[in-house]
T-cell receptor, first 114, second 110 residues
């Protein structure tokens, strides 16, 4: 069965902290994605990666960076957390960026920045 | 600018009712349209539509795409309380950027 695992379901951090959100997939997918989901705004793409060490900006990359050192792991980094980054973060993986295969999502991390 | 509009944003029905959820989109380099169901956790995949006019069915759910008019509908017949969820529409444009619709929140009352 397809499995995308996010390291934390709930996380509370303080303004200015450096925050790491981890995501691991066990399906050998080339592509991995980070989204945030906010009420009324739907899911918005932050970054995606189509290969190890490769990354592409999504719609809202400001304030975030990513790391993909291994195929199965894609990390989202908040360099200096701010309250407007309080959100639900969803990681996904997929077979191809071209879209023949749907993305599979993790359970999400609800991040609160105080 | 790419955009996706879903309607209604919220819908409350009783078990046994039939519902139609709408999705209209404007994206460059459109390839396919995906529907997801999101309950309390992560979205789960329902359908991928690539051709106009061909209905896809899965049990009580069905969906169809109109690439000329740039919209898709998702139908659910004989709704059950387990159908309560947010339904997300996602046009795929060769992965340039993934634009999710705001979702339709469906509540099915017993």
């Amino acid at each position: 069965d397809v499995k995308v695992t996010q390291s934390s379901r709930y996380l509370v951090k303080r303004t200015g902290e450096k925050v790491f959100l981890e995501c691991v997939q066990d399906m050998d997918h080339e592509n991995m994605f980070w989204y945030r989901q906010d009420p009324g705004l739907g899911l918005r793409l932050i970054y995606f990666s189509y290969d190890v060490k490769m990354k592409e900006k999504g719609d809202i990359p400001e304030g975030y960076s990513v790391s993909r050192e291994k195929k199965e792991r894609f990390s989202l980094i908040l360099e200096s957390a701010s309250t407007n980054q309080t959100s639900m973060y969803l990681c996904a993986s997929g077979r191809t960026v071209v879209g023949n295969q749907p993305q599979h999502f993790g359970d999400g991390t609800r991040l609160s920045i105080l | 600018e790419d955009k996706v509009v879903q309607s209604p944003l919220s819908l409350v029905v009783h078990e046994g009712d039939t519902v139609t959820l709408n999705c209209s989109y404007e994206v460059t380099n459109f390839r396919s349209l995906l529907w997801y169901k999101q309950e309390k956790k992560a979205p789960t995949f329902l359908f991928m539509l690539t051709s106009s006019g061909i209905e896809k069915k899965s049990g009580r759910l069905s969906s169809i795409l109109d690439k000329k008019e740039l919209f898709s509908i998702l139908n659910i017949t004989a709704t059950q309380t387990g159908d309560s969820a947010v339904y997300l529409c996602v046009p795929d444009n060769y992965g340039q950027n993934f634009v999710f619709g705001p979702g339709t929140r469906l509540s099915v009352l017993p």
